[in-house]
């Protein structure tokens, strides 16, 4: 924790050092950093708590349909039926145990990817450096830094000689940024604290020192852990869906317990008996194979997902990405590769040269209008390429596990100099061998310049490279055509011209030159005037190669991608409309703007703002509340520990595996183990056709639960004998249903998923049509097994042949069933039937069972049935398929309608 809430970064050194009564020269002694121990606690965040198997298992059952299923369980045991509520029983467990097990192999893949790396910091105590666990930094403690460091702590710099520090992952700056110790003011953003060195990023070039002034939940990296933890997780549409659903069938449930009451008493049947024959006729609606298909569904959409490269945490994220109408994604690393490439080089009097190739891999061709050029055959390029190459401290490797990925030591924007030079096909390590330096000035921020001096063949030299109007200034000509021509006020006007014109598009420039016999004996000052200016050359941190299509993608599927990045503006414009993701009349805002708009502006802003740029943590959480607040359903997508409370609070939080912090990766519901956000579309899809197959199942299981209930009620009222006995309605229910449904929840893509608008929040589980559907299926079922038992009870047969042969007839009606709600629109006697298999092969299981229900001595004793004739075969099948016939002439209509629509009204 702190020690005190300053403003730091706008005190002198001195004086913060004073304030934690610490003399940056010798540090604080052991006792006194041992004091500060006890006082402060470790330099940690709490560990995230692990859910127990047991908490995982009982929040499969927080569900109101569980609940709905309980009170019915309950029910059936107080009338006796044990046999109904045992059975009610195990199917919640196995709904339970299904999940947990999906829910627990999510969480251990998870624990896979942590990188259980222990951070090492250098500190000077007691006058001397010592090397300790991040975890025992106290404040007042003086960090020694140098370039790969992990910084253990915030920190106010103290010293800095060519310091920079990658800060993306808190920021979402791309770049990293130039340090400086001088005090700023008070109201500086966090990004622009140049004197100040926070938990969590690394050092990337030069030295320095830097005293500790927060630690633990203190560090901004503990602010955002607060945040993170105060978000308030959203309910999911889909529970939403399922509470509304569950609220339905009890209404249902109650008006239908009266009719069967009322009808009885108007009948004279005795109270006692109508009640629990109405209780019963409750506890027959309640879907008991739904909550164990809703988890299948969810299970399978988990699979598929995994196979395309993305772990699911949570089982519900599963059908909220298929409802996602808004994805905030983060620029740095999801969008962009966060590895900087040189794109453009232009050299004076020369064609501009473009660069093909992405991130770190020495792969790429240099083009000059539209043709491939060698660079190494252009004399003025080559003495470029390899000024660049030595005038740098970084390294390119190989990834000794996956030769096709490169990894850079190193300053990223030096890091993509070694690549240009490497993709020209220079040996850079030859090269630093043959011309090995001799001295360096490093990068200082005031400057804005790096200078190293060389020897070997060709007589010493300096090259200086850095921000083009600070190179310039040490020039006295240019290189063009092989020649040294002067650098008058017009040459030099061309070259800020042409800086000009590659900042407007976002690129960071630098400038190289080379100054011929020439040491940094005296400095870079006695140099001033006799460089030649070698040219330029653009870099940006480039998208991903499939971000585009994706967003193109989204577009379609009426999704609307929305960049919200700590970056600056302009960049985060550039990389936008490059992508696709804005056009040019896009609106763009920064978190100075969100901070001006109060909550009626910032929920107008938000349908608008396609680039949300400078924005602090807190402020994403704020725009994805103020989505929310809109009704739209919220993605948001990140790395970086700046992401982790927007990633809490969204309706699904999607973190990336390979490049994310353990904050974005604990805050998530979703995490993608390749960083690709293209997988985060195809995650989307997935979503959808989870959707889609959880609804042609809650279809089939509502229509034919209504069925029953209608089959049961007429017999009632038409004084028929029950058509059923109990363990046939249970045999229905749970086996020949479940066989079916589960099966077909692995239906696979339509096609059109991502084609379509998602649903809408308010959307019940069965929208209107398709509830007009239900109701038409469920009526034809009712129908068709009625009017078959009143037929059989007229010819006089015996009874238990009439019922086994009416309990036929419903099974058959589902196996009707489960082909007419595979589409609304095409029908389902089509080939793509054999595109599911497991569907085809359960309709082959349900018809096997159901003919050994029939024909086994055995099980005609448990379900009361007998052998059927096989002449009665023709008509049961008959009867049995009139709702796929009723469905597919409906279907039919529909389409001919459509046809009728498309081409104008004409026939």
Known sequence: ???????????????????????????????????????????????????SR????????RSPLIYLLLVAAAVAAAMDETTDAVVIVAVVLLNAAVGAFQEGRAERSLAALRRLVVVRTRVRRDGAERELDARELVPGDVLVLSTGDRVGADARLLEAEGLRAAEAALTGESQPVDKDPAPLPETTDLAE??????????VTAGRGTALVVATGLGTELGRIAALTAAAEEPPTPLARRIDRFSRFLLVVAAVLLAVVVGGGLLRGVALGDIV???????????????????????????????????????LSAVETLGSVTTICTDKTGTLTRNEMTVVEVRRPGAATVAVEGRGYAPEGRFVVDGAPTDPLADADLRALLEAFALCNDAVLSRDPDDPARWHAVGDPTEAALVTLAEKAGLDVAALRRARPRTAEVAFDSTTRRMATAHAGDGGPCVVVKGAPDAVLALCGALRRDGRDAPLDDAAA?????????????ALRVLAVARVADATLAGGVAPLRGRGVLLGLVGQIDPPRAEVAAAVAECRTA?????????????????????????????TARTGADLDAAGPAGLAAETARVGVWARVRPEQKLRIVEALQARGEVVAMTGDGVNDAPALARADVGVAMGLSGTEAAREASKVVVTDDNFATIVAAVREGRIVGRNLRKAILLQLSTSVAEVLILLGALFLGFPVPFTAAQILWNNVVTETVITVNLVLEPAEGDEMRTAPPPVDEPLLPGFSLLRAALMALVIAGSVLGFYAWHLSRDLPFAQTQTATFTVLAVCEWANVLNVRSARRSGLDRSIFLNPWLVGGLVVANLLQAAVVFVPALNAVFRTTPIPWGEVVAIGLAGSVVLWVEEARKAGARWRDRRAATGGAT
């Open 1 to 51: 924790m702190a020690v005190a809430h300053p403003a730091w970064h706008a005190l002198p050194a001195a004086e913060a050092a004073s304030r934690l009564g610490v003399p940056p020269a010798v540090g604080l002694s052991t006792a006194e950093a041992s004091l500060r121990a006890a006082r402060h606690g470790p330099n940690a965040l709490p560990e995230p708590r692990s859910r």
């Open 54 to 61: 047991v908490a995982i298992f009982l929040a499969q059952v």
């Open 193 to 202: 604290r140049r004197n100040m060195a926070y938990a969590g990023t690394h």
């Open 276 to 314: 629990l024959v109405g209780i019963s006729q409750v506890v027959s609606l309640v879907p008991e194979g739904l909550p164990v298909a809703l988890t299948i569904a969810l299970a399978v959409g988990v699979r598929r997902m995994s196979l395309r490269g993305a772990i699911v945490r949570r």
């Open 493 to 505: 006007r061309d070259v800020l011209a042409a800086v000009d014109a590659m900042a407007a598009r």
């Open 558 to 586: 009426r999704v609307r991608p929305v960049m919200v990045t700590g970056d600056q503006l302009a960049t985060g414009v550039a990389v936008a409309r490059e992508i696709g993701l804005v056009d040019g009349h896009a």
